[in-house]
């Protein structure tokens, strides 16, 4: 079989018309260029792997190089050992090896970041020491001093009052927490609001604790964000945003400009996606601890209304934090 | 430059114009083809966790490589995806270490990030060497001869020297400013406050580009005038004034696209304050609709004066690289059509949700392949090979898997 090409010297670009013959019996090649010709053994040579329409090439032992002319595959004329890559050439050309591989990326991210991530959240969120945990809160804290937060200007009795009832609807499982749970008060301008840190402080501000109209309402907003710390969401979303971050980088170690952007704005969805998982199961600890301590889950239904009229109606989108105020009614309702 | 030596520049030119032979470059890929290497590669990595990008990242670079040719000889590209990998971990290692840093104390963040800024120069410089080295032109590899003094000072000192000269002339006018109001005891120097800090902003605007363009230039002159192929070295010669012009152009370029969006953020902001005085509701939407389109502005502003520099960037430095005394360079981009190029690879990727990504990158390719011009003797016979490809001990190929992935 005889193929043309172009044929370079060992160390010299200049290049000259050549051709090759191939005997795949005595499995040799000779290489003819101009007045020269040379005898290569198969192992003496080492053949370009295949890739799309490139033209192949041969990379001789002492440094001479062969590339055929376009559209000659010298990988059908040379019968050597297939290897891994010939593999994967097969695979670039198939329509259906496409579409599966269309489906099987939609199938492993989904599984991946809806199932995976948060798994992997959970189980490193065991493993962090609390002493961390208490570092991250009092820095969260500290940080939150500074931006928004101010000394409450509820009364030292009403305080006692309200931090009182806090002690009493603590749950069992709760009591002997290596990070126990503690109440603190802040006045804020954003409004009526309560906030969870890593160290099982809760925060919880004027408005909100003004806006409860009786003792169970009160119970309800608490048990919800001690739910946060049994599960340790907080830790865990720090988690998986860090997981997220170093797996967008990792897969995307090529690619620049607009297709990060994208990359990055998906994990954001995924990111909120998380935030609004964990409320739901906030909301489904607070509801069956208020009916272990024999208070009507309704109070929860009544104080989420009356948030949800204080706040801009957010529907069940993409882009929000929490989930949508009638799905949460509803998460309290079939929970009871 | 040319007028230094009259002379020998118009030899140059009778020489270009008679006797010197011009060719395309010709870009072979296909986006079909393209799309389905693109995809093997992307579920591979995924299913591998990630492990597979390496030998993604090979293919790839041999498609866009193996298809572009200059007089029917083709580029090639041979690195070993297991040292691409190796670097991988070193860069996952690196961001690793950093996130734990930034969870654990904020100062241990800084810390982190400063010491990657001081290693960055070191990591670009490796990057480049092994990307040249790994490249070939009919069998003859490029090659990259790293001077690393040189590389810190065009890509950290420079810089950074002139960001301090820049913050203590911002420093200065507030100082001299408050000195004059004192020394005048006037108090009705009030407006004073307001065009200092009008000044200052202009200051910074302009020196942040000043500072952007003498860098540009400085590592354009890094990059070329060490790259080699086989033994024949590359050449440049840029000059600052150049690049400060083409910079200048690309700022006023952007400013009606900031004075536009400052101003529908400031009469959003009146309308907000004005609702919250009145404790009236303002409608949600509108609120949304006007950030939209204030960052659609800015965007749209910064791909505009981008894409200005990135055009006239490329057809001044081409124009003035030289290999040896073989073969020069131009390009004739234009910047109508290279924006028409960038806008509509920009709604090929979002509308497709990303999967338009391998035809966007082939449509940019053959752009610039189809808009470059190589002007000499291809026949190239007085190159010879660096033998610096050969016998490489494992420490080499350690610190030669530095493919970090910097281009310029």
Redesign the interface.
Known sequence: MRVNGEFTRAGKATKYAAYIMIDNVSRKVILVSDDTSMTYLFSEFRLSEQLGSLPDSLFFDDGHCFTSSRGVSLHNMITAKQKLGSFIHFLERRRIAVIGAVAGIIIALYFYFLIAVPAIASAVSHTIPDDFSRGLGEYTLSTADQRFLSESRLSAEKQQMVTALFRSVIPEKLKNDPLPLRIIFRDSEQGANAFTLPDGTIIITDDLVNLAENEDELAAIFLHEMGHHYHRHVLRSVISSSVLMVSVLWLTGDVHGMEDTLMASGSALFTLHYSRDMETGADEFAVRELKNQNRDPENMKAVLIRLSALQENNSNSLLSTHPGWENRLKTVDETK | MDTEKPILSDIYIEKENIRQPVYNIRF???SG?????W??N??????TL?IY?AW??V??R??FY??TEID???F?YHARPVNLLLS?II??VF??LY?IAS??HPILQITCLLILCLLAPYFILRSWRFNAVMTS????RFNYHCHFGRGYRAILLLPLGLLAVLVVCVIAVGVGVSVVRLAYNDPYFASSAVTSGMIQLGLILVGTFFILSVQAKSVYELFFNHLA??QKKFSVQLSYKKFIKIYSISVLIFLPFVYFGGMILSRLMTTVMLSNYYHADII?SVFIVNMVSIYLIYLFGIMLSSAFIRVAVLKYVSANVALGDMLRFRSNITFPSYFLLIIT??LI??FT???G?PLAQIRHVRYMAEHTRVIGDI???T???HGETKGVAVEDELVDAFDI?ITL
């Open positions: 072979h890929g296909r083809e393209y799309f389905k290497i995809i093997v992307l579920f591979l990595t995924i299913v990630g990008s993604a990242t293919r790839k041999r498609y193996g298809n029917n000889s083709h090639d991988r860069a996952a961001i690793g996130v969870l654990i032109f009919r069998n003859i192929f086989g949600k690879n920009f990727v979002i949700v990303g999967f990504v026949s190239l016979t190159i010879s090979a992935g």
